[in-house]
């Protein structure tokens, strides 16, 4: 079983309608949860993190947590065309943050 | 303007060559990284260091060697015992290393082996 696993995709969503993106990890001891947005070719950049259960919003993102079933996932509302990219999960392994591991992330397409 | 700079974008290297990457930042992070992205993959480990003269190995240290002489500098040497190095190489730094501690990353250098 990997360590954090995410669906490939391609996941392909009209434009203005909400993506949902899911990753489930292995680690109960895990307590930080991280969403990288990576383009092609390019560096990923942190789109959201969180560490409760529940739900974290920041503008047309949403993470969501629930730590007794291993799984986060990131919702994109009204998705827009320069959303269409690779979503990478990462999850902190053991009591460092040193030691993120990453899934190998979900390719999101939006279509117009 | 702070942020994290890594040179060359591009870096060829030779059938039994060293090759050393570079990686700065001038955020003031106590902690660095090197990861590793092969295509249609997730990032893995290489090393990591968490405060100056002091570095660990990650998941695929072999082939690698790095140093952290400055807080601000963690290059990485990519030696000839490394046989697959064709790969997009991250760098990260973190303000610390504590769980919540969240990565950022330089813009990457394309590794080929030519």
């Known amino acids: 079983q990997k360590e954090v696993e995410q669906n490939s995709g391609p996941l392909s969503v009209p434009e203005g309608a909400i993506a949902s993106l899911n990753c489930t990890y292995s680690d109960r001891g895990s307590q930080s949860f991280f969403w990288y947005r990576q383009y092609s070719g390019k560096s990923p950049e942190l789109i959201m993190s969180?560490?409760?259960?529940g739900d974290k919003e920041d503008g047309r993102f949403t993470a969501q947590l629930n730590k007794a079933s291993q799984y986060v996932s990131l919702l994109i509302r009204d998705s827009q065309p320069s959303d269409s990219a690779t979503y990478l999960c990462?999850?902190?392994?053991?009591?460092?943050?040193?030691?993120?591991?990453f899934g190998s992330g979900t390719r999101l397409s939006i279509r117009p | 303007d702070g942020g994290i700079t890594q040179s060359p974008k591009y870096l060829f290297r030779k059938e039994g060559q060293n090759v050393t990457l570079s990686c700065e930042q001038n955020?003031?992070?106590?902690?660095m990284y090197w990861y590793r992205q092969d295509p249609g993959q997730g990032l893995r480990l290489i090393y990591y260091?968490?405060?100056?003269?002091?570095?660990q190995k990650g998941d695929i240290a072999e082939g690698y060697s790095v140093s952290r002489e400055k807080k601000e500098s963690f290059p990485l040497t990519v030696t000839s015992a490394q046989k697959n190095p064709t790969a997009f190489y991250l760098c990260?730094?973190?303000?610390?290393?504590?769980?919540?501690?969240?990565?950022?990353f330089g813009p990457g250098t394309r590794l080929l082996v030519l």
């Open positions: 990462a999850v902190n392994r053991d009591s460092s943050a040193s030691k993120i591991i």
């Open positions: 990260a730094s973190s303000i610390g290393a504590t769980v919540q501690e969240t990565q950022y």
């Open positions: 955020l003031n992070h106590d902690a």
């Open positions: 260091s968490q405060i100056v003269n002091d570095f």
């Open positions: 969180i560490y409760s259960n």
